[in-house]
């Protein structure tokens, strides 16, 4: 094995971690190919009623399950203590259920993926995106349940009858399984040391392995190197995620309420976004698949920002000052207001689909620091506007307190413009503010991938 194909125990957590994270190809219901890994869990790509079917995972793992002359499906309804019914859901989206594993393995792991509902689309909403993130930490859940699970099998989940892009679907996998798997070291650490897992598989079956195992090993080798430093993996870039949540707005906004007027101003946000797109390309080259830089990166973007109109006001008082640097500060100042103003909106209007990607006290301090860069902003293009008549001091006052110098006789339409976004912003900031409150009251899960 390949050491960029596997992922130490002691090198990531100290302590320990998983000693191997591999990609395999084989039958996941081939008693062979478990002996020969000495697997003795697997992972059925299930659906809702946990009955069984004729297709992919779950076909195969039904039909090599049989005990006592009993289906699979009878010995799962017996294991839950539920009726045989078939419509029966035993097993909802993103979850998952463990039973025994009878004559193939010790136990099986059901977990029900998500769907792909953009008609084979290679942009999935953002819903069934998280949807199938929890199925893989909930696979996790189960193994913290029965801590002597030592090898398990997991196949790529969503990829096969579900028809979830099986590029997307492997980065979703090993990304999830890792953070997870991380997240229970941080968080508990003696229940993680006490553990018996050593092994854990994700497996292409062998129909489709020769044209897929190279990209699912090439996403393994990428995302090791993260978690061997004991860093969170992201397995969706900026401009993606902006893409999931177009999709999520166009597929099932109408569902929740937000019809013609919410649903297209919630859609034209997404868009507006797009014209942003350097600051949003600049995070994946630089944060790329690292959880932690990306951040990183936000922050020191976001700082910057913050920065730029000091460096303005200095280029506009210099003696260099010139009719093109005029224009030039100005078309700056108002694309970095007009970015940061879109996020901090995107944030309200958006929430229900977006995921808070830190702590609450992160959030609101990067709050203070937009709440600044917006302000001085704003007192660089009132400065602008009345270059010869007020000092610097009298345009941060307008900035930060909405007032206006006593040197201007009368407010022209650009002051108004300039006052009445000013105070359009403040109350944003006052509105997101609140929110951050609500959100102490009713705690949201942050952190994602």
Not at 157 to 165: D, I, L, R
Not at 311 to 318: E, K, P
Not at 350 to 360: E, H, K, R
Request: charged share 20%.
């Amino acid at each position: 094995m390949n050491k960029t194909e596997t992922i130490n125990i002691r090198a990531i957590a100290g302590i320990r971690f998983v000693e191997h994270l591999q990609v395999v190809c084989g039958n996941i219901a081939d008693q062979e190919f478990l002996t020969k890994h000495d697997i003795d869990t697997i992972v059925n790509a299930a659906n809702p009623t946990l009955m069984g079917s004729n297709q992919g995972v779950d076909g195969a793992i039904h039909k090599a399950i049989r005990y006592q002359n009993k289906p699979f499906g009878e010995l799962i309804c017996e294991e839950l203590q539920t009726s045989q019914e078939k419509s029966m859901i035993r097993c909802k989206r993103g979850e998952a259920v463990i039973t025994g594993g009878y004559n193939l393995c010790k136990y099986v792991i059901h977990v029900v993926g998500a769907k792909n509902d953009q008609d084979n689309s290679k942009v999935i909403s953002s819903s069934r995106i998280f949807q199938l993130e929890n199925c893989y930490t909930n696979i996790i859940q189960a193994v913290k349940r029965q801590m002597n699970i030592r090898n398990i099998a997991i196949p790529i989940v969503g990829t096969g009858e579900y028809g979830m892009p099986f590029e997307l679907g492997v980065r979703i996998a090993i990304a999830s399984i890792g953070n997870a798997l991380l997240e229970w070291r941080q968080l508990e650490p003696e229940t993680f040391d006490m553990c018996e897992l050593q092994n854990i598989y994700f497996v292409i079956h062998d129909s489709a392995c020769s044209q897929r195992m190279g990209y699912a090993k090439e996403i393994l080798a990428q995302y090791v190197e993260l978690l061997k430093m004991g860093h969170r993996v992201s397995y969706l870039g900026q401009v993606e995620e902006l893409k999931s949540y177009r999709a999520e707005i166009e597929r099932y906004d109408q569902q929740k309420g937000y019809f013609s007027i919410a649903k297209g101003m919630r859609l034209g946000l997404i868009l507006l976004r797009y014209v942003f797109l350097p600051f949003l390309l600049l995070k994946d080259a630089l944060g790329k698949q690292d959880w932690e830089k990306q951040r990183f990166v936000a922050e020191c973007i976001t700082l910057v920002k913050a920065i730029l109109p000091i460096v303005a006001y200095w280029f506009l008082t210099s003696n260099k000052s010139s009719m093109i640097i005029t224009i030039s500060v100005i078309v700056v100042m108002i694309y970095c207001l007009c970015d940061t103003v879109t996020y901090l909106l995107a944030l309200i209007v958006l929430g229900d689909i977006q995921q808070p990607s830190a702590n609450l006290g992160r959030s609101l301090l990067l709050l203070l620091i937009n709440y600044m860069e917006i302000s001085l902003e704003m007192s660089v293009l009132y400065y602008v506007n009345h270059l010869q008549n007020i000092l610097y001091r009298d345009a941060v006052l307008f900035g930060v307190l909405g007032e206006l110098s006593g040197k201007v006789e009368q407010m022209g339409i650009i002051d108004y413009m300039l006052k009445l976004s000013n105070e359009g912003i403040k109350f944003m900031f006052l509105s997101l503010i609140f929110a951050s409150f609500v959100n102490q009251v009713r705690p949201r899960k942050f952190r994602k991938s």
